[in-house]
């Protein structure tokens, strides 16, 4: 158990990344997590397209949009430091047509397995989703929900205790590693 709490303290949100391959099996390995996830009335809408070719991840990645608590300059992955696979989260939605709650357990699921490997990943939701869902080729009854960045961190992400709530924007530290403000565990939970 104290295993998979280290895990779950320490995979944080990633946003540069060095340039080295991810292995297929590592990459399998999260496909397994994501399908093994719990899914409501177990329907399984999603679907999944990996994006690992480098001209191709970089078209994704001109869609995309970083770190929106920062000014892009400090948040967007530059040359160098950009995701080396994405993974996209394809909804089925003449299977179920609100499956925001299946795909938040594909991507936890997801992103802890590539984090037991030591890749680090981030899910982006601001993208130009009609430009990507035409380049990945989806269907009238296939919409996008989420794009996967994958790669191994060339930074650091920690964890600190929120003071207020005002101070809930991630920052860049001194070291251009990521501290993430989360509200403590007393301001969170209520006992009846």
């Not at 399984?44 to 070719?53: D, T």
């Not at 650091?156 to 509200?183: A, G, Q, T, W």
Request: hydrophobic content about 40%; charged content about 30%; some cysteine.
């Amino acid at each position: 158990m104290d295993q998979l709490m280290e895990l779950l303290k320490t995979r944080r949100t990633y946003r540069r990344f060095r340039q080295r391959e991810i292995p297929q099996e590592t990459v399998e390995e999260i496909l397994e997590a994501a399908r093994l996830a719990s899914s409501a009335a177990n329907r399984q809408p999603l679907s999944y397209i990996v994006i690992r070719e480098p001209e191709k991840t970089a078209q994704v990645f001109g869609f995309t949009r970083w770190a929106g608590a920062l000014p892009p300059e400090l948040g967007q992955p530059k040359e160098g430091e950009r995701p080396v696979l994405f993974i996209a989260v394809v909804e089925n939605l003449d299977i179920n047509r609100d499956c925001d709650t299946d795909a938040g357990l594909a991507i936890g699921n997801m992103t802890l397995a590539a984090w037991n490997r030591g890749g680090g990943s981030c899910m982006i939701g601001a993208c130009d989703k009609a430009a990507l869902s035409e380049l990945l080729g989806l269907g009238e009854n296939q919409k996008l929900h989420t794009v996967v960045a994958f790669g191994y961190p060339s930074h650091e992400s920690h964890i600190v205790d929120m003071e207020s709530p005002e101070e809930f924007k991630y920052y860049l530290d001194e070291n251009r590693d990521y501290v993430v403000p989360k509200r403590k565990l007393s301001d969170v939970v209520r006992y009846l």
